[in-house]
């Protein structure tokens, strides 16, 4: 047998490395002269084009409410959890249980970190479940399942009038049976009530009554079900009839017919004769494990073996499938019912790869197969990939019934460790994932000095942070520091970097609590090998590598750019074209470059773009004309329109409401007042927001001035009143004393706004800048210049005008005006900036598209506005020098503290502190980061705030 293996390194790898090593370690195996170098060049040529990348967001705490703010830190590495540095951006979207986009943003990254937080704004937000989706523009080449997702309940604690309600839901003989007890938020019975209900799947109605609550607030109901009716969804939905509150209440129940039972055969398939190691997982309605036992029986229903869940709905059995032969199970849910389910193929042919995980320092990898294929020329070959590498490959000839041999565990990184089987024509025969744990993360601990504080008390820690061989580490790390008085210590632990990076990206679909699997619970391990059983992975498309070499469709992005295609008016690529950019905003840049020979080109080295920059891009002519051709931009503006993977919706906090949960939203909103209390609270010294209520404000307006600062404004009502007209209509209907004019010097035409000329502003973009007098000017050009262009625009195309007259909202305008413009086309002397010129007024329009002037023009000119980088905002937090003060204000936070960017020194230490809050309760510290090198590491642990010290 032949065998390449790769050592395990401390430090980690970029991408795939060449094979280091050939020995031979294996049981008494003849050698032979063929090699697995083919396909393990094949797919280093693969992992070389398209290297992977992971993504975790830690958060500060795992629900929140309206007026919340979600904080957390992103930790972006490649495969080798070593820092990416393809991206230069993560992209985070918002999304409701509607699947709808609320927010898009964009965070930078810098050296694989990002910083970053969401305000939950009640005008956006409401309440229900959201899903956090965060991604890279490169990771979309490996399809959704890769990119990092965390749903996650948002309540709304300013409704005073919310009811808690416990709810017990069940099913059988096709009847729901739904027991509720309504209550107050202080946990006071309602009495009795006339409800109208309604039974709803989705949003298609199965069932709607009414009904009364006895004085205790209890309702007892029973609801026809019928077959074709599903359960995944099912809510009731009731109505108080007096004030016509409403309550939803998603109904848990598990019908046998809904529920899904997977078996899956170890390696991917059954063979006739060889022995089978089937793991099996159950799902309930809600997306969760349930506890299942069944049992197998053949075809003539003779009972083969009985099996058990052993966590979360899995569990695994052994048997041998014989010839001729099906096999059925019968599975026992835990209401008592019965579903049959049919078990998988069984091949009359074929491999089995068995791989067992135990303490030893090495996995024992058997390989069985039939005796039609065993042979003594052909070469098999197995492989070991793990973080993006290969670390283990072996030929040896299939000429027994069974092969075995023993594969070092030190060869490999901790983490899942992937096995494939090929034939002599390097076709994948059998997969396996395995997870290999050396314990060797990094050892992150906090001292606190103390673990016991008072109310408001500084509270100093000590952070060290060693390898596994005790070296100080140099990192950065994030902290989160919650009371456990509102925010649930079991929901904090369920994942971390660990779990996220090192298993969670491996494979697909949703784990429940995945930081269970590495707890010292005796059926952990079990449960882990099982999991990687049962749950599908991140797999290669192995046509792609094995025959053709794969080009990314998505581009990385290691800095900002601009960057796109000139083709013209046939659509062929435009060569050697000059293109010029300009932007507008706070950030004033000009740039040039050529296209390519497929005409494409690209802009680099940017400042940060923060703001709202837009970019304007000319294709120019050697002499400085603009040239007829059409501009593409490469743009990632919009969010992806891919619909979520399933995961479990979380439980609304008034069901079955848990006494942590309700405290938090009860305190969440008095917090929140009392914050902002201008008199009492530490508030009073955090800037207010003015808001403008006597004048309309134009969404997504470029006015320079503001929103709400003009002499005039057309809003959108208005504007889709107006009908199908041009916008140069539209302006003459609406806009008070727009007429036509002459210019300074009695020559042309000139639209005017009382005795002034006109700017026109479209998108934060002045028209002017683009009019190119021709050689010999006829009369009237620049007037027909900007007249084409208004006639250009429909009224639907807008959604808002402001006119800009008097000096005080002319003035800022006024500085960005173009000297080089103004010339001897009877346009009006440019204005000296701070002059507070008088001969200009301004027209400032909004368009649906928001793409300028030019948005659809084939002209030679694109305007390009990019979403902006979101800055993140400064966690508040009270600080409490002396202890009295304010002495009106109850500090009632629930997140206690975040700092999103702790560096450890040379020497693996770092020091930082906060102030406790007001109550008297115990804290959660949760650490936890990277040293973008190939190594994580995490730590929990308490602090008790208390009088008495």
């Known amino acids: 047998m032949n065998i390449l293996l790769r050592k395990r390194k401390a430090s980690s790898l970029l991408f ?143 409704n005073k009038n919310t009811l808690l309600i416990n709810s017990n839901a069940s099913f059988a003989a096709n009847k729901v049976k739904v027991d509720l007890k309504f209550g107050g938020i202080d946990k006071q019975p309602i009495g009795i009530r006339d409800l109208q209900l309604k039974l709803v799947d989705d949003k298609k109605t199965v069932n709607h009554s009414n009904a009364q609550t006895l004085a205790n607030g209890g309702l007892n109901l029973n609801f026809d079900l019928p077959d074709n009716v599903p359960v995944k969804n099912l809510t009731l939905i009731t109505q108080d009839k007096k004030d016509n509150t409403i309550e939803r209440i998603p109904l848990q129940i598990n019908r046998a017919s809904d529920v899904d039972v997977q078996f899956m055969p170890e390696s991917g398939q059954m063979v006739e004769l060889l022995p089978a190691h089937i793991g099996f997982k159950a799902v309930g309605n809600d997306g969760k494990g349930i506890a299942v036992k069944g049992v197998l029986i053949d075809k003539e229903n003779n009972e083969q073996i009985s099996f058990e869940s052993v966590h979360d709905g899995m569990g695994v059995f052994d048997f041998v499938p014989q010839p001729g032969e099906t096999y059925t199970a019968k599975i026992t849910l835990p209401n008592g019912e019965i579903k049959t389910v049919n078990i998988s193929e069984i091949k009359n042919s074929g491999t089995v790869l068995k791989i067992k995980n135990p303490l030893s320092d090495s996995l024992e990898v058997s390989i069985f197969s039939s005796k039609d294929i065993q042979s003594a020329t052909n070469d098999y070959t197995i492989m070991g990939q793990s973080r993006g590498a290969i670390y283990y490959a072996a030929t040896f000839k299939l000429n027994r019934d069974i092969v075995n041999f023993k594969v070092p565990k030190d060869l490999f990184p901790t983490g899942v460790a992937h096995f494939t089987l090929f034939n002599a024509q390097n076709q994948p025969l059998n997969e396996r994932l395995s997870f290999i744990n050396h314990n060797d993360n990094l050892k ?121 295609k000139v083709n013209n008016i046939l659509n062929k690529p435009m060569v050697n074209s000059n293109i010029i950019l300009v932007s507008t905003g706070k950030v004033r840049l000009y740039k040039d470059t050529v296209t390519n020979a497929a005409g494409q080109f690209v802009f680099k080295n940017f400042p940060p773009i923060t703001d709202n920059t837009t970019f304007v891009l000319e294709a120019r002519k050697a002499k400085g004309k603009i040239i007829n051709a059409g501009i593409s931009v490469d743009e990632n503006r919009t969010p992806l329109n891919v619909a979520l993977p399933y995961f479990p919706a979380p439980t609304p906090w008034y069901i079955n409401s848990d006494s942590t949960v309700l405290n938090y939203v009860k305190k969440s909103a008095d917090y929140h007042d009392a914050l902002a209390d201008s008199k009492n609270g530490p508030g009073r010294h955090i800037l207010k927001t003015v808001t403008i209520k006597a004048k309309a404000i134009i969404k997504d307006s470029k006015n320079l001035n503001g929103a709400g600062n003009y002499d005039q404004a057309i809003a959108q009502d208005d504007i889709e009143k107006a009908g199908k007209i041009s916008l140069l209509q539209l302006i003459k209907q609406k806009v008070n004393s727009f007429h036509d004019g002459y210019g300074t010097k009695g020559k042309g035409l000139t639209f005017m706004l009382k005795d002034k000329k006109i700017h026109f502003w479209i998108d934060g973009i002045d028209i002017d800048r683009f009019y190119d007098p021709s050689d010999n000017p006829i009369p009237d050009e620049h007037y027909n210049y900007q007249k084409d262009i208004l006639e250009y625009f429909t009224a639907e195309d807008i959604t808002g005008i402001e006119v800009l007259y008097n000096p005080q909202y002319t003035a800022l305008y006024d500085d960005k005006n173009l000297p080089a413009l103004y010339d001897d086309q009877n346009l009006p002397t440019p204005p000296v900036s701070g002059s507070n010129d008088i001969t200009t007024a301004y027209i400032e329009i909004t368009t649906r598209s928001g793409q300028g002037p030019f948005a659809n023009s084939p002209k030679g000119i694109y305007v390009y506005r990019p979403a902006p980088i979101t800055i993140p905002a400064q966690f508040y937090t009270p600080r409490y020098p002396v202890k009295n003060m304010y002495p009106g204000f109850t500090d009632l936070r629930s997140t206690i503290h975040w700092e999103p960017n702790i560096i450890t020194n040379k020497n693996g230490e770092a020091n930082t502190f906060f102030y406790a809050a007001d109550p008297l309760t115990t804290y959660t510290l949760v650490l936890q980061g990277a040293d973008l090198n190939g190594n994580v590491g995490y730590t929990s642990q308490e602090i008790t705030i208390t009088n008495k010290k």
């Open 444 to 564: 992150v601990e906090i001292n606190a000095g103390s673990a016991l504080y008072a109310p408001r008390d500084s509270i100093p820690l000590h952070i060290t942070v060693k390898d596994n061989k005790g070296n100080p580490v140099v990192g950065s790390f994030s902290l989160a520091v919650t009371d456990n008085g509102q925010i649930k210590k079991a929901d904090i632990s369920k994942t971390n970097i660990f779990t996220q990076l090192l298993l969670a990206a491996d494979l697909k679909g949703y784990i429940e609590d995945p930081a269970w699997y590495f707890t010292r619970d005796n059926d952990a391990a079990k449960a882990l090998d099982i999991l990687l059983l049962t749950q599908g992975w991140v797999s290669y498309n192995w046509k792609d590598i094995l025959n053709t070499p794969t080009q990314p469709a998505f581009t990385a992005e290691p800095e900002y750019m601009v960057s796109g």
């Open 16 to 158: 795939f490395l060449p094979l280091l090593v050939l020995s031979t370690y294996m049981q008494a195996q003849s050698l032979t002269t063929s090699s697995p170098q083919s396909v393990v060049d094949k797919i280093n040529q693969y992992n070389e084009n398209l290297p992977g990348e992971r993504l975790y967001l830690h958060f500060d705490k795992p629900y929140y409410a309206i007026g919340d703010t979600v904080w957390f830190k992103g930790y972006l590495v490649n495969s080798a959890i070593a820092y990416s540095p393809l991206s230069s951006r993560i992209y985070v979207d918002l999304i409701s249980d509607s699947n709808k986009v609320v927010q898009h943003f964009i965070f930078s990254v810098s050296l694989g970190l990002a910083i970053g937080n969401i305000y939950l704004d009640e005008k956006l937000v409401h309440e229900g479940a959201y899903t956090i989706r965060a991604y890279t523009n490169w990771m979309r080449n490996f399809g959704p399942d890769q990119f990092f997702y965390s749903n996650f309940y948002v309540a709304n604690s300013g």
